[in-house]
């Protein structure tokens, strides 16, 4: 009874973790859809997310989750910028460049954000990350319940905007066939400016919650870009059900291998499980059909 | 003409022969820890360069060479043993994980790479009996000869110089005639048009295999080079950011040449040196180099002199 409450709270945990994750991987997610690399510099947004929520809420005193959304707002018009200046020029080249841009532009803007930012780990001021609810001898943290209620809302705005929008249907015209979508008069610019935008700002509300959680500092975003990249492509790379799916399960993989077998080993296997996963279905789990 | 060349040839030879006796100490010691980049970026070059395959991983078997070598020498195995067996066992283990990750291709291959990267960054962090943890192993026994009347002597910087460049000397031959060979034609035939090349004959799942297995044996190499010249070596060397340097420096370099990687390796060292005048501002700099390589001098410094003075690097 005492091990099944604790699985029940592992499991719960990942869960939240994987929230978290799938912030992170929507952008990515979208943005491979439209342009089918993936973005190496997506960390920098979630860093970006976190310092601008830092400067809003600890610095200038704002509520943490208005704070939140401004960062939201400013981190996706860099996103926007970055594509504008960096990506749409690349166009039409092999993939490895846009890999290999997007990790001179994770170094340019890491770096910078040592030097505005310093070497010391900053923190959002954040009331809830301090309030633990219990129900059912399950223990949840508040902050962990608003990230996924975010991630929630995040995925209904996502799925509203493809489905009910002109812009989310020139977003899935695009996706679908690029030739076709300009010859109907679509400008593949301005919906891959919107995507990186969206992209941006997901990532950026995923760097202010567990930014809260934890602390912001310049190279907080490399891992969870690295478990973003994994996620995109274990879900299928472009879809977005397989991006969540993929996201929550290794969240929750990861939280109970840490507790069944070692902590220090949770990361090493989930990894390992993913790269085998990987490996005999390499279109993920809910691809494209080639 | 035969006999210019070679006049060049040698007297190249003796510019850096003389290096040791004129430039300060930590120039030296430069110079090999770029030798040692350069033999594991030639490796890489093969894969990425010539066969067209991106690997974000390859600080993985970096620190797979470094590793065994360290425990095999300390096990008493003699460090002259060690090298040759811990690149071999790199090669060899490359080869299995690559009868695996070689099924993925493109985009997909490169993240595969960088999972099976963090892998091995994982062990080496976690599996702290053997190589011991996040502190790493100390005390890696250093190089060295036995003289007929002097006894054992000790490896010294000047010694690894000359030993290093040497080994950069004769993989750059053998480079050179496995590019031209056969071996080298259809491995850059994989990377034009995979399935044409299967189509004429090309034996494409095996010719995979055997570059990935030569790029892992020469990144092994390369880490049991570094593991014994450092004396010491810990997991945060053969972490992602190892990997994605050695990529840099080849794309610098530029892609499908045998001299890319010199270039590469020493524009980058050199330039993280002399720019400590930007401070901070160096690996912002850094970053945008590579960023504006990419977009307007895609073929990498090879390419680029190329055009400034019309001369053939790319042979």
């Known amino acids: ?290 | 003409m035969k006999k210019g060349r070679l006049f060049i040839a040698l007297g190249i030879a003796a510019g850096i022969a003389s290096i040791p006796a004129i430039a300060r100490e930590d120039t030296v010691h430069l110079i090999v820890v770029t030798g040692i980049w350069i033999i594991v970026t030639s490796g890489l070059n093969l894969l990425t360069g010539y066969m067209g395959h991106v690997s974000f991983g390859q600080a993985g078997f970096f620190g797979f060479g470094a590793y065994i070598s360290a425990l095999l020498s300390k096990m008493g195995l003699s460090v002259w043993l060690s090298f040759p067996i811990s690149a071999m066992v790199t090669g060899a283990v490359g080869v299995l994980l690559g009868l695996g990750i070689l099924r993925l291709s493109g985009a997909y291959f490169a993240i595969g790479t960088l999972i099976l990267g963090e892998v091995l960054y994982s062990v080496y962090y976690n599996w702290s009996p053997v190589t011991g943890g996040y502190m790493g192993l100390m005390n890696i026994p250093p190089l060295g000869f036995e003289l007929p009347f002097m006894g054992e002597v000790t490896f010294s910087l000047v010694h690894w110089f000359y030993f290093v460049n040497l080994v950069l000397f004769l993989l750059v031959i053998f480079m050179r005639k496995l590019v031209r060979s056969q071996f080298g034609r259809e491995l850059i035939a994989i990377r034009q048009n995979e399935s044409l090349a299967e189509s004429l004959g090309v034996n494409v799942k095996a010719r995979k295999l055997q570059c990935f297995g030569i790029s892992c044996l020469l990144a092994g190499l390369g880490g049991a080079f570094y593991s014994h010249f450092m004396g010491h070596v810990s997991p945060s060397s053969f972490a992602v950011g190892r990997s994605l340097e050695f990529i840099t420096i080849v794309i610098i370099g530029g892609l499908a040449s045998l001299i890319g990687p010199f270039f590469g390796s020493y524009v980058l060292i050199i330039m993280s040196l002399y720019m400590e005048f930007l401070g901070a501002w160096r690996m912002v700099v850094y970053g945008l180099i590579i960023i504006f390589v990419m977009m307007f001098a895609r073929g990498g410094i090879v390419s680029a002199i190329e055009k400034c003075f019309g001369v053939e690097l790319r042979r």
Request: positive net charge; charged residues 10%.
């Open chain 1, 1 to 290: 009874m005492e091990t099944l409450l604790t699985l029940t709270q592992q499991i719960l945990n990942g869960l939240l973790t994987g929230t978290g994750y799938v912030l992170i991987a929507l952008g990515l997610t979208i943005i491979y859809g439209i342009y089918r690399v993936i973005n190496m510099a997506h960390g920098i947004f979630y860093m970006c997310g976190g310092y601008f929520c830092y400067v809003f809420a600890t610095l200038l005193g704002l509520n943490t989750y208005l704070s939140m959304l401004l960062s939201m707002i400013l981190t996706g018009g860099i996103a926007a910028a970055v594509e504008r200046i960096v990506f749409r020029p690349l166009q039409g080249s092999p993939d490895w460049v846009f890999l290999v841009v997007g990790i001179g532009l994770y170094f340019t803007l890491e770096n910078f954000g040592w030097i505005v930012e310093g070497p010391l780990p900053l923190h959002v001021h954040a009331y809830a990350t301090q309030v633990t609810l219990r129900t059912a001898g399950l223990y949840f943290n508040l902050q962990k319940l608003v990230m996924a209620g975010v991630c929630l809302s995040l995925l209904l705005l996502l799925y509203y905007i493809l489905r009910r929008t002109d812009v989310g249907r020139a977003m899935r015209a695009v996706s679908a066939d690029p030739e076709a979508a300009k010859l109907m008069g679509i400008s593949p610019g301005k919906v891959s400016m919107v995507v990186f935008y969206l992209g941006g700002a997901f990532a950026a509300s995923a760097g202010s919650l567990v930014g809260s959680l934890s602390s912001i500092n310049p190279t907080m975003g490399f891992s969870p870009q690295l478990m973003a990249f994994i996620i995109v492509v274990f879900g299928g790379m472009g879809s977005i059900l397989g991006t969540v799916i993929a996201g929550l399960f290794v969240g929750v993989f990861q939280n109970v291998i840490a507790w069944a077998i070692a902590p220090k080993y949770g990361y090493a296997i989930t990894m390992l499980l993913l790269l085998i996963i990987f490996i005999i279905r390499p279109k993920g789990l809910f691809g494209e059909k080639s």
